[in-house]
């Protein structure tokens, strides 16, 4: 691994379990030793020094808060621990100024299991950044919370890491996650970087199978590289046709490579369309602000595509068995290298 992390950049590691996500925030936190290389914080080598003494903090994926202390007294555990000692007044005004930033504000002396699993999560992340790390590390802090309140708490993290200006970094296996709150994604696996980008960029250009599958969702189809250059790329499938991309990629004419679609480029359409392709609907699923429509080609297999709810009025009645035609435009297609 060789990365460079900017200031005040909030960075996630992404990818399945055991890709080495956790590893590497632990080598950061000084928890783990790199068996080889360095590890640097601001130009300091901080490779051999132990974990209090790094300008790092962390919030566990199970906040390990102290359940017999009140919110305030937890907040305020790590600068009860600098030494020389702090006056007491100064820990009192540090902690109620970051329960305001967290709107907590009034639940300094509630007890830990008086609140919900929002409230603790809110509570971790104040008793991390009461402290100024110049690095904050996340493992995966939002994974026990449910959906809704998820989204929210990506939000405020969001704002609380814009309003500090903290470096944050956070360890996830969650795509929409990853997505939503990073300025910066790096897609591991195995331990190596495969690809480290903005989210649009990874999103919109990834440069292999693996990470098209990873961030998102795609359909994919094997093929033959038949054609490549700067500006463009052609790959012949299993149905024997040519398709082309007008995004250029790192291919090579002859070689094995792969189409890739998002289904949200994938347009569905009743009537016959113009080099589209025939297909059998197989299965419908409504989910609120977009349908999801699953079908199958004879040569190509199965194909997944997304409509908005604005313009699925036309396709409601579609149901299992029907047939259809899909089609997309050149510049939403993307020919990628096999993993």
């Known amino acids: 691994m060789d990365l460079r992390i900017q200031a005040g950049e909030f960075l996630s590691f992404l990818g399945p379990s055991g890709c080495g996500k956790t590893t590497a925030l632990r080598m950061l936190a000084g928890f783990e030793t790199p068996s080889d290389g360095r590890v640097l914080i601001g130009g300091e080598d901080v490779s051999g020094l132990e974990p209090y003494r790094r300008p790092v903090n962390m919030v566990f994926q199970s906040y390990a808060l102290f359940p017999h202390m009140t919110v305030s007294q937890n907040i305020a555990y790590g600068l009860d621990q600098r030494r020389p000692k702090l006056p007491k007044t100064e820990i009192a005004s540090k902690v109620q100024k970051v329960l305001e930033t967290v709107r907590l504000s009034d639940f300094g002396t509630r007890r830990i299991w ?16 009461v402290n100024e790390p110049k690095l904050l590390l996340l493992d995966e802090p939002l994974a026990a919370l449910d959906r809704k309140l998820r989204k929210e708490m990506q939000i405020e993290l969001q704002d609380i890491q814009r309003q500090l200006g903290i470096t944050f970094i956070l360890v996830t296996h969650d795509q929409e996650e990853a997505l939503s709150l990073s300025d910066r994604i790096c ?5 190596e970087i495969i690809q480290v980008g903005s989210p649009q960029d990874l999103y919109d250009r990834p440069r292999t199978r693996y990470v098209a599958d990873f961030v998102g969702t795609s359909n994919f189809f094997e093929g033959t590289v038949s054609a490549s250059s700067d500006g463009a790329s052609s790959i012949t499938l299993g149905d024997g046709k040519t398709y082309v991309s007008a995004l250029g990629t790192e291919v090579v004419h002859g070689e094995a490579g792969c189409l890739s679609i998002r289904p949200e480029q994938i347009r569905l359409s009743r009537a016959e369309v113009t080099d589209g392709l025939a297909v059998t609907v197989q299965n419908r699923i409504f989910l609120g602000e977009h349908t999801e429509y699953v079908v199958r080609h004879d040569r190509l297999g199965t194909i997944t595509a997304l409509a908005p709810r604005q313009t699925d009025a036309g396709l409601s009645t579609l149901g299992k068995g029907d047939a259809a035609w899909v089609h997309w435009t050149p510049d939403a297609a993307l020919i990628l290298r096999p993993d």
């Not at 008086?114 to 950044?129: D, N, T, Y």
């Open 114 to 129: 008086e609140m919900s699993g929002g409230q603790q999560q809110r509570v971790a992340l104040a008793r991390a950044i």
């Open 187 to 191: 897609v591991m696996r195995a331990g």
